[in-house]
C-alpha cells in the first residue's frame, strides 16, 4: 500500500499551534469564571439560609425567606419599578418588599410614613418592640436600632461590651427605625409637631453582593 503523507508549511503548523494556546486560555478562562460564579452563588445561598434562620419577621415576610405562594401573588398584582439586576420590587398595603429575582428570597422589608403624629410614632415603635424585643441601640432619642449576629438579637448591654473592648461583632442583620423628630422626649412649642419615619430590615452581607447594583 502506498500511504500518502501531506506536509503543511511551517508557518502553518505555527499559526496552528498559537490558536490551539488561544482555545486552551479561554477555555481556562471560561472554567474559572463558572467556578467563580458557583461560589460566589453557594456563599449567597449561606447567607440567605443564616439570615432565614434568625426568623426576622414583619407583616408576614421574613428577611432572607423565600416569598409564598400568596406573597407571589401580591408580588405580580403591586409591582414597584426595581433599577437592580435580579430583584423585583412590590408592595403590601404600606410595606415595601424587595426580593431576589431568581430564588424569590426576601432582600428588604420597610414602610416610611409621612407627617406622623409623635404619638404614631410611639404606636410604631412599641409595634416594633413587641415584634423584635428590646432593642440594641437607642440613639438621640430618634435613632432605633435591633441588630443580630448568626446566633441571635445583640442585647444592648452586648453592643455596649463589645464597642469598649473595640470587637467587632460580626453584624448578619439589623431593623433600623430612623424618626425626623423626637420619639419620646416632649416637643418644644417651636418644634415640628410632625415628621418623617421609616423602618428597614435589611442584611449588609447580603446586600454587599449587589453593591453594584442600586435596589
Not at 426595581?82 to 420590587?89: G, H, I, N, W
Not at 407627617?115 to 438621640?140: C, K, R, S, W
Request: charged share 25%.
Amino acid at each position: 500500500m502506498l500511504s500518502c503523507r501531506i506536509f503543511l508549511p511551517h508557518s502553518i503548523i505555527k499559526e496552528w499551534k498559537k490558536m490551539q494556546k488561544k482555545m486552551v486560555c479561554r477555555i481556562c478562562v471560561v472554567v474559572v469564571f463558572l467556578m467563580s460564579s458557583l461560589a460566589q452563588a453557594n456563599d449567597l445561598n449561606r447567607l440567605f439560609d443564616q439570615v432565614e434562620k434568625l426568623k426576622i419577621e414583619r407583616h408576614g415576610y421574613i428577611l432572607g425567606a423565600a416569598l409564598n405562594q400568596e406573597q407571589m401573588k401580591t408580588a405580580a398584582s403591586n409591582p414597584i419599578d426595581a433599577s437592580s439586576l435580579d430583584t423585583f420590587k412590590f408592595k403590601d398595603k404600606n410595606v415595601n418588599i424587595v426580593a431576589q429575582e431568581t430564588s424569590n428570597r426576601v432582600l428588604i422589608i420597610y414602610e416610611q410614613f409621612e407627617d406622623a403624629t409623635q404619638q404614631e410614632i410611639q404606636n410604631i415603635v412599641g409595634d416594633l418592640y413587641m415584634n423584635f424585643d428590646d432593642p440594641t441601640v437607642l440613639a438621640h432619642d430618634k435613632v432605633v436600632y435591633w441588630a443580630y449576629t448568626k446566633k441571635g438579637i445583640i442585647t444592648s448591654k452586648e453592643f455596649d461590651t463589645a464597642r469598649q473592648d473595640r470587637k467587632k461583632l460580626d453584624i448578619l442583620a439589623t431593623v433600623k427605625f430612623i424618626s425626623d423628630i423626637h420619639i419620646m422626649e416632649k416637643i418644644k412649642d417651636s418644634g415640628p409637631a410632625t415628621g418623617q419615619i421609616y423602618y428597614i430590615i435589611s442584611s449588609d452581607p447580603i446586600l454587599k453582593r449587589f453593591k453594584d447594583q442600586k435596589i
